[in-house]
């Protein structure tokens, strides 16, 4: 079963910022967060990860609470193209990542 | 291409029938994961790779399924005695870590859709 919890669907003006949150009050230590998301009838594509300090890539911002029960995936300027199914990840037992659900991110023009 | 090629891309099959799917990983990518998407429903983690070995097959859904993987390379997912239920997207991806940690991240392959009829 999936270790998070995340909102079933969101709306986003285009060229607004998405924030996208995930509750993991499960998350040990050492473990980190993972976000990926899936375009319609593509694979899914990572994005960004974590482990307690924020993170910034190319592609979205993270930002993880000081108790690492939640963090929060922000797209800082949303477009079209970033309409897809967001997940927030730990990783397996065996190192394999865990997908749940995710959060539908329908952006709109 | 650089990244992880999966086929066939599309298979209609016949309920009963034995089907292969199979991926490429991107090379020199030790770990190697097999995924299963059932239409509209969220990726059900079926086998996992490290090298050559399978430290995780705890996702596979019954004995019709197995998965080998050869010289740290290709993987082939086999699916015995298809059933209509099996009908799904199955993805696969590889990471140069085992566990996806640091940046270790995964990368996914398109998917093979299987159709049985």
């Known amino acids: 079963d999936a270790k998070t919890t995340q909102p079933t669907s969101m709306d986003c003006a285009e060229g607004r910022a998405a924030n996208l949150p995930c509750n993991h009050s499960t998350i040990s230590g050492n473990e980190y967060v993972y976000w990926y998301r899936q375009i319609h009838s593509q694979g899914p594509q990572y994005i960004i990860h974590?482990?307690?300090n924020n993170e910034t890539n190319e592609m979205a911002s993270l930002i993880i609470t000081e108790d690492r029960k939640s963090s929060t995936l922000i797209l800082p300027h949303a477009t079209l193209r970033d309409t897809a199914v967001y997940y927030c990840i730990l990783p397996g037992g065996q190192g394999n990542l865990i997908f749940g659900k995710g959060t539908k991110l329908s952006v709109k023009p | 291409g650089a990244g992880v090629s999966q086929s066939p891309s599309n298979k209609v099959t016949e309920k009963g029938k034995d089907v292969e799917l199979r991926c490429d990983p991107i090379s020199g990518h030790t770990a190697l994961y097999w995924y299963r998407q059932r239409l509209g429903q969220g990726l059900e983690f079926l086998i996992y790779f490290q090298g050559n070995s399978a430290p995780d097959k705890s996702g596979l859904p019954s004995d019709r399924f197995s998965a080998e993987r050869t010289g740290e390379s290709v993987s082939t997912l086999t699916i015995q005695r298809t059933q209509q239920e099996d009908s799904a997207v199955y993805l696969c991806a590889s990471s140069s870590r085992p566990s996806g940690i640091r940046t270790g991240e995964l990368f996914f392959g398109e998917g093979s859709r299987l159709t049985v009829l």
């Open positions: 974590g482990l307690k």
